[in-house]
């Protein structure tokens, strides 16, 4: 079974190119993957598997998170699939067009120096503006200011004033569970530092605070655009690198870095012990 | 740059092959291959060098701490590198030495049904017991009975009833610093099933809980014999795997699990990157 290990802005996958359609995931073998130390580690494994049928996709991005539960959409994913066939030349050119459960996606390539790709932008879908600057009286904070936003899934973003004090692992799990947010929500916190520059961190639902995520970072974005703190177009600074957001008319651009660490082959002896388990 | 992902009960490892000994491992490069999501992720990188001259050895291994510091030897290391070697038929048969720069260590290997090494045994040293059922006055917590040993570090081991609920990130930090410890000390928790068979956990020094270490290990049931709680030759049940310690006249051996996860090539370009920095 060969792999590649690649990640966007932080946010980390197994890949497990399946041209041919017959990689069966296990949630056992998506969790041994994902586990640091005794497996390869990462956030996330994505099969890579040939386009369905009639979508006119280049290829599937079968995604499954590390508890291996099954994933629609990931932006961070999606570019490093692109990148991956791109830099293979496994499609014509830099666009490619990548079928997931959340729709087939649009990615257009940029290529470094090298001829490969370096950085992509997604196509992530309209925010859906809910709640402008409510005030929530959150347990030991006293009011909290959110902006609620869904890009297909719940965000609650906070505006601070110095990103690295933001007390993400206080607030965000209360906001989290907090009354108004009946099934959870992610919570985004961000700083501005200019029309065009925010700094960003991320509580995901259910998982605590990562690096980077797609749909998280879309929403501070349009969260700080909607209170007239930032431009349409905007550079979302995160812990694992930088994202230029751009909220043009009818959709939502999320442009990032996406990086290939290592390729190679699961070793067969340790497969063999996932699949005896 | 090709690359072994392997461990040795939990406590893992990037292996570098580098038969020409030319590899030249700067600290940004082996910070860089340890950090989780954007890197390998791994406990420490070994690069697999010829054998340092006049050593007799098969290999020598050049290993580095996570933050890109030099160590000595590692017991979890060793077995996979003489795993490696033996694998891919690199040595003659299943014993191999390798040189470290703790000394020359001998590395008997055991395979298993499919022809590759499973289980390999290394010498440790003799374990020099300092204070046996010392009780310190740790604040917060009154008299901690420890025993010290040293295996060439520092350790103190500390019998716990439940190893589940043993203090180690409350205990392990405090006792790491405690006055009788003026160069600080690795801190080990067990717990006895039988006369065989104990359980464990580590704090180790500057690091933190970690999965194994074999010194760690070694002190373990060194105490354990030594305060009468169990026979010579104990198996160790560790979270990241079960280790034998066998207490021999002149000196102790641990057999524990070498696995090789995965292997391949490190991405070019993001080797670059990290060589620009």
Same mark, same amino acid.
Do not use: N, Q, W
């Given at each position: 079974m060969t792999f590649v290990k690649a990640h966007g802005a932080g946010n980390d996958f197994v890949l497990l190119p399946d041209?041919?359609?017959?990689?069966?995931?296990?949630?056992?073998?998506?969790?041994?993957?994902?586990?640091?130390?005794?497996?390869?580690?990462?956030?996330?494994?994505?099969?890579?598997?040939?386009?369905?049928?009639?979508? $006119?996709?280049?290829?599937?991005m079968d995604y499954r998170n590390g508890d291996g539960s099954v994933a629609e959409m990931c932006g961070n994913g999606v570019r490093c699939v692109a990148k991956y066939l791109v830099d293979r030349r496994l499609v014509d050119g830099t666009e490619v067009l990548v079928d997931?459960?959340?729709?087939?996606?649009?990615?257009?390539?940029?290529?470094?120096?090298?001829?490969?790709?370096?950085?992509a932008?997604?196509?992530? $879908?309209?925010?859906?503006?809910?709640?402008?600057d409510?005030?929530?009286?959150v347990e030991g904070h006293g009011p909290v200011h959110v902006t609620t936003i869904s890009m297909g899934n719940p965000h609650a973003v906070v505006v601070v004033d110095d990103i690295d004090d933001a007390p993400v692992a206080a607030l965000g799990p209360l906001l989290q569970r907090d009354p108004e947010f009946p099934e959870g929500t992610n919570v985004e916190f961000l700083a501005v530092l200019g029309r065009d520059l925010v700094r960003g961190r991320i509580w995901e639902r259910g998982v605590g605070e990562t690096l980077a995520s797609g749909t998280g970072v879309a929403a501070l974005a349009a969260a700080a655009h909607l209170l007239g703190l930032t431009d349409r177009t905007v550079t979302v600074a995160m812990p694992g690198g930088d994202l230029l957001v751009e909220w043009g008319e009818d959709d939502l651009t999320v442009t990032g870095p996406a990086v290939e660490v290592a390729a190679g082959d699961i070793d067969g002896a340790w497969l063999a012990g996932v699949m005896r388990r």
């Open positions: 041209p041919d359609d017959k990689l069966e995931l296990t949630r056992d073998l998506v969790r041994a993957l994902c586990r640091p130390h005794v497996g390869l580690g990462a956030d996330g494994v994505i099969r890579i598997a040939p386009g369905r049928e009639g979508s $006119g996709a280049d290829a599937f997931t459960r959340g729709g087939v996606k649009r990615v257009r390539c940029i290529l470094g120096d090298t001829g490969r790709v370096e950085l932008t997604v196509g992530m $879908g309209e925010p859906v503006p809910l709640k402008v409510l005030a929530l009286d």
